[in-house]
């Protein structure tokens, strides 16, 4: 029985030192959380960027179909995709369905391409913040060169 409370006792002395340190931590730990959290921050904006690509695809998709229905006869008869069923669609509903999903696919856009200026921001900014970081740290370097 001694051999738990002896192993405990050094975890709880240690455990009483780590919640003080982060008021003192190092540069370096403090270093690597930013870059952590930056590193976080690109793959975020990535994804942004990644689901951006997504709905240009669909608008020059829309687009085209737009551009079909324009030279399309006014007695052509069209369908429209239900799940696995192809269903007859007036040409003036077909028409007008294509027209608002170029508007949401446009709002859309408008709204990611604000996202990804936040995100771009928020990236530049800890960017700098990083360099900031990495040049006190050189200056700390070479003032304890100097001093040695």
Do not use: H, W
């Not at 001694?2 to 403090?30: D, F, I, L, V, Y």
């Amino acid at each position: 029985q001694p051999s738990p409370s002896t192993s405990t006792s050094p975890g709880r002395a240690r455990g009483s030192r780590r919640e003080a340190m982060p008021e003192k931590e190092t540069p370096q730990a403090r270093f690597e959380k930013e870059l952590a959290v930056f590193k976080g921050m690109q793959e975020a904006l990535q994804k942004t960027y990644e689901s951006r690509m997504g709905l240009l695809a669909q608008q020059q998709e829309t687009e085209l179909v737009k551009e079909e229905f324009e030279t399309i006869e006014d007695d052509a008869v069209i369908y429209k995709l239900v799940g696995p069923l192809m269903v007859k669609q007036n040409l003036d509903d077909a028409k007008a369905n294509v027209e608002k999903r170029l508007e949401y696919i446009s709002g859309e856009l408008d709204r990611s391409n604000k996202v990804i200026e936040g995100q771009e921001k928020e990236v530049q900014d800890k960017q700098q913040v990083l360099v900031r970081m990495q040049e006190e740290a050189q200056q700390m370097a070479a003032g304890a060169g100097a001093a040695a």
